[in-house]
């Protein structure tokens, strides 16, 4: 039984890769990870407001003292010297790389092709062995078209993308016009691969204080649903890595995922309720599967139902609202 994958180049032994989340922000939890199976490991993301205002804050305090003293100019630190987050990254980075055997990737969240980018050669000059570009972007100016904040993202690609050498994915919403179109345009730009999909954590009200809080959910299996019909349409239509997030707490999860297209599944939810050795149950049951049904690997899996390979293709397209609404019975 091949349990071996390809994402983004890297060689890994199974398909199955820690998300980015609160248990990545930890070695010895890392160490854990590895240990119960995770073929990868994708570490928190390291935010462009994190990196722009931290540097803004210490370049004020240190404009405010250079002209204090005449040699102040030559003893107060520079502002990439301040760079504590960023510091503290990099040695994540550093110490997770010296501690495990399996790829660390490391992630970076920003929407504006800024400065802030350059973090990204630093990233890779620290060891990390690829890159996940998470690209949330929230669009509220009424102003902005549909292709301004398309042509963002590929910006901001292009942008990355000659900063570093190593695999760059792009995490994406489904929120685009036409994501086949752009996930093409991406990869043409310089993504090596796709990750399906980043989360939009919705705000709630409190009524009483009124107050606008953060509500955190952790993902339930019925997510996977939305994941599965881009996997099945994507890899069909564009040759690339793909990871599935959001959904997977199961073996038959990943099953179905890779059957739609994804060459690996992220999984956090389920690793947070259950903690990190629940990673060896689920590889465990998913090598049982492949075994039971007489798949020799897991390329003979891959993409087995998507839109190119499944037997009935409308399935994933308006067919399937049809089927629904029509089979209803009261």
Not at 65 to 78: I, N, Q, Y
Not at 95 to 106: L, Q, T, W
Not at 190 to 206: E, K, S
Request: aromatic letters at 8%; a negative charge.
């Amino acid at each position: 039984m091949k349990l071996a994958t390809n994402y983004l180049g890297l060689k890994l032994r199974n398909p199955f890769v820690a998300g980015a989340g609160p248990l990545s922000h930890d070695v010895a939890t890392i160490r854990r990870l590895e240990d119960a199976g995770a073929a990868a490991v994708v570490l928190p993301s390291l935010f462009e407001e994190q990196i722009t205002l931290e540097k803004q804050a210490r370049e004020t305090h240190i404009e405010a003292h250079t002209e204090a003293f005449s040699e102040a100019s030559s003893f107060l630190p520079t502002v990439d010297d301040f760079d504590k987050s960023c510091d503290e990254y990099l040695s994540l980075i550093q110490e997770a790389k010296a501690s495990v055997g399996i790829p660390i990737i490391a992630s970076l969240n920003g929407i504006t092709p800024g400065g802030w980018v350059a973090h990204a050669r630093l990233i890779e000059q620290a060891g990390a062995d690829a890159l996940e570009l998470n690209y949330y972007d929230l669009p509220s100016d009424p102003d902005e078209t549909g292709y301004d904040v398309e042509r963002r993202a590929l910006e901001l690609v292009r942008a990355v993308r000659d900063e570093v050498k190593i695999p760059l994915a792009v995490k994406l919403s489904p929120f685009f016009s036409s994501l086949p179109n752009i996930a093409r345009s991406l990869t043409a730009w310089g993504a090596n691969g796709l990750v399906l999909f980043n989360r939009f954590y919705q705000p709630d009200i409190d009524i009483e204080e009124l107050d606008v809080k953060p509500a955190l959910e952790l993902s339930t299996p019925h997510e996977l649903r939305l994941r599965l019909r881009w996997l099945a349409i994507l890899s069909s239509r564009l040759d690339t890595s793909y990871a599935a997030t959001g959904g997977v707490h199961s073996a038959v999860d990943a099953i179905r995922a890779i059957m739609a297209g994804a060459t690996v599944v992220q999984l956090v939810s389920c690793l947070l309720r259950y903690g990190p050795e629940h990673l060896e149950v689920i590889v465990a049951e998913f090598a049982d599967w492949l075994d039971t049904h007489e798949y020799e690997s897991v390329r003979q899996l891959r993409g087995a139902m998507n839109l190119r390979n499944c037997p009935d293709p409308t399935g994933f397209e308006r067919a399937n609202y049809l089927r629904i609404l029509h089979g209803w019975q009261v």
